[in-house]
């Protein structure tokens, strides 16, 4: 009887122990498992705000281009109408140049 009691320590010790190393390592296969997931969400968050930037900046560049052509415009549209404002006086502003250079010269003979 006493043989049987001690074998049934034994294999009541054997089975916990055996429980325990299974615990063990079913507790770092969880471990692992959350670690993995976890620099599975950091890649993702990293991807998704690499794509989040390219995407901003795809639409800063195409405000600025926007800008830069609304800008071009209205330059060459200025320019235009200072070359037609300036084409409207060139005749006046000639005729005013020479008679002062006529004046000047009745000046100085």
């Given at each position: 009887?006493?043989?049987?009691?001690?074998?049934?320590?034994?294999?009541?010790?054997?089975?916990?122990?055996?429980?325990?190393?299974?615990?063990?390592?079913?507790?770092?296969?969880?471990?692992?498992?959350?670690?993995?997931?976890?620099?599975?969400?950091?890649?993702?968050?990293?991807?998704?705000?690499?794509?989040?930037k390219k995407s901003k900046m795809a639409e800063v560049?195409?405000?600025?281009?926007?800008?830069?052509?609304?800008i071009l415009k209205e330059g060459v549209a200025r320019?235009?109408?200072?070359?037609?404002?300036?084409?409207?006086?060139?005749?006046?502003?000639?005729?005013?140049?020479?008679?002062?250079?006529?004046?000047?010269?009745?000046?100085?003979?």
């Amino acid at each position: 009887m006493k043989a049987e009691v001690l074998q049934k320590i034994k294999q009541t010790e054997s089975e916990y122990e055996k429980m325990i190393s299974e615990a063990i390592a079913e507790s770092r296969r969880a471990s692992a498992n959350a670690e993995l997931e976890a620099d599975n969400l950091v890649m993702k968050a990293t991807h998704d705000a690499e794509e989040y930037k390219k995407s901003k900046m795809a639409e800063v560049r195409e405000i600025a281009a926007r800008k830069r052509e609304e800008i071009l415009k209205e330059g060459v549209a200025r320019a235009a109408e200072l070359r037609q404002r300036g084409s409207r006086n060139l005749e006046k502003a000639a005729l005013l140049l020479v008679s002062r250079f006529k004046e000047q010269l009745h000046v100085h003979s």
